[in-house]
């Protein structure tokens, strides 16, 4: 049985980098969102929650806060609750009052989390604080049914929810932004050209010696102490429109998937390239053997094979130098090269030094 596999061969190509504002390539030291996460209790499941030993000591807990001590040894048998995890951002500069989303994940056996509702959940930070309470009711996009036979279908995943500005913020995150002289901007992708020319473009609107680009990454910009002209101060720096230098040639490939991606500074040396595919076909044919009725002997079986060697056609294409990625394209399209061949002729223009480019397997 033949399969067939759908490769896909992506190529991005692009004549130059358009320009692109500041604060959508870089980002500001110090301003950064951080990480919350908790753990609590869903209820008012319809007898779709878990039967985990922690969610009874967590709902035993509970009851024991609100003055209820349950019987030593008893299992309150309850399959209305839930134990999960709730996990959230907390945005930069964020107030207390205000609210943010957050996100309730079940962890032990529940089936579904559709109908419940958390209870008041403490959100901590890596340091250990509390930065702020989640509660309220979910909103379960998946759901799930299941047969007396043991049959069952589900769409989505109806043991995850969200609970959109279901956390109030308690405490807010300290930071140095109005701190200092200066303040830094850090680029998303590592480029020496890049923060070159970013320095540059603030010298030129700002007057030289304002900027100073420290590594690929790194632009130190002096910036006013008093906290109203360092924001009018950043919202005009953010806003500038810098060309950001092109990326060095690589070759993405994902052999799982098949998916090749090239760049646009991809380039080849002179070569030659043939691939062709070699198919052998062995068929067995076993064939029953009768003796004569007067003849002595047994029925057998004898088995008969038939082999076939088939070697498809192949076309050989020349690379020139300086061959860009428009050509290659071009040059693997006409020979009719899947993909599954592309991936073995590029590794091979690798081995042979010929490909001008950084091949990375995924």
Do not use: C
Request: glycine share 10%; no cysteine; aromatic share 4%.
């Amino acid at each position: 049985m033949l399969r067939r596999i759908l490769l896909v061969v992506a190529v991005f190509w692009s004549t130059f980098a358009s320009a692109e504002r500041l604060k959508d390539i870089t980002n500001v030291d110090g301003v950064r969102s951080n990480q919350l996460i908790g753990y609590g209790l869903i209820v008012g499941l319809s007898g779709t929650g878990d039967k985990a030993p922690f969610t009874n000591q967590t709902f035993a807990n509970m009851m024991n806060q609100f003055g209820i001590t349950l019987p030593a040894g008893v299992d309150p048998k309850s399959k209305n609750i839930a134990a999960v995890t709730v996990h959230a951002e907390l945005p930069p500069f964020v107030k207390p009052g205000q609210q943010i989303d957050i996100t309730v994940s079940s962890i032990g056996n529940a089936s579904s989390l559709r109908g419940g509702t958390l209870l008041m959940t403490p959100l901590k930070g890596a340091d250990g604080n509390t930065y702020a309470v989640a509660q309220g009711s979910l909103v379960v996009g998946g759901l799930g049914a299941e047969g007396a036979d043991g049959s069952r279908v589900q769409v989505n995943v109806p043991s995850v929810g969200r609970i959109p500005n279901g956390a109030s913020v308690e405490r807010t995150v300290a930071h140095n932004f109005y701190g200092g002289d200066s303040i830094t901007f850090n680029l998303h992708r590592a480029d020496f050209t890049t923060a070159k020319r970013v320095a540059e473009r603030i010298n030129e609107v700002l007057g030289g010696g304002i900027a100073e680009a420290y590594d690929a990454v790194s632009i130190r910009v002096r910036a006013p102490r008093d906290p109203s002209q360092r924001v009018s101060y950043l919202s005009v720096l953010e806003n500038l429109e810098v060309q950001p230098g092109e990326e060095s040639a690589k070759i993405i490939i994902n052999s799982r998937t098949g998916t090749i991606v090239i760049g646009q500074n991809v380039r080849v040396a002179p070569a030659a390239v043939t691939h062709g595919s070699l198919t052998v076909t062995i068929q067995e044919a076993p064939q029953v053997v009768q003796p004569n009725p007067l003849a002595g002997g047994d029925t057998a079986v004898q088995q008969s094979t038939a082999i076939d060697i088939q070697v498809d056609d192949s076309t050989m294409f020349k690379f020139a130098p300086g061959v860009t990625l428009d050509e290659i394209v071009r040059a693997v399209n006409q020979v009719g090269a899947a993909p599954g061949d592309l991936m073995a002729i590029l590794e091979a223009l690798k081995q042979a030094g010929a490909l001008k480019a950084e091949l990375v397997v995924i």
